[in-house]
């Protein structure tokens, strides 16, 4: 309950970070994916797929330049390269998506703080509010 939003003006605060991080989210995949088909494709825009060159170099205990281990070996490394793309995505995002969490909960805090005093004749009610501010930031920062 304490880190809910309280009011239509929290919400709209908390809805522009979560936006904001679907944005990030949608930029690295774009840019995951490109990589991806870059790396992935290496080898055929370079010609030298005809040497039986990989998208990384690598060692392996079997003669790779032979077919079909050269095309197993190809798609095995394409689909490294997309579990290392996604992983890494992932990763990155869901830290953006932390670090714009804890955010707006200090923009909830903000806004808040901000209307502690609503009533000027209700000194128990800001004490109380007050202390709930208090208490907010401190989870915020556990």
């Known amino acids: 309950d304490l880190f809910q939003p309280r009011n ?3 919400r ?3 809805q522009s970070n979560l936006t904001a991080w679907k944005l990030f989210f949608w930029i690295f995949l774009f840019f ?3 990589s991806v088909f ?3 494709s290496y080898p055929i825009l370079d010609k030298t797929v005809k040497d039986y060159r990989l998208p990384f170099f690598a060692w392996y205990p079997y003669n790779f330049k032979i077919s079909p281990q050269y095309e197993l070996t190809y798609f095995y490394q394409v689909v490294a390269i997309i579990y290392v793309a996604t ?4 990763i990155d995002t869901l830290i953006a998506a932390l670090n714009m969490y804890i955010g707006a909960q200090f923009d909830i805090l903000c806004d808040d703080v901000k ?3 609503d009533d000027e004749n209700d000194s128990e009610g800001f004490n109380t509010r007050l202390k709930s501010c208090i208490h ?3 989870e915020i920062l556990k």
């Open 12 to 14: 709209k605060l908390i």
């Open 38 to 40: 870059f790396w992935s």
């Open 87 to 90: 992983v890494n995505n992932n």
């Open 136 to 138: 907010h930031h401190r």
């Open 32 to 34: 995951a994916t490109g």
């Open 115 to 117: 209307n502690l005093q």
């Open 8 to 10: 239509a003006h929290q």
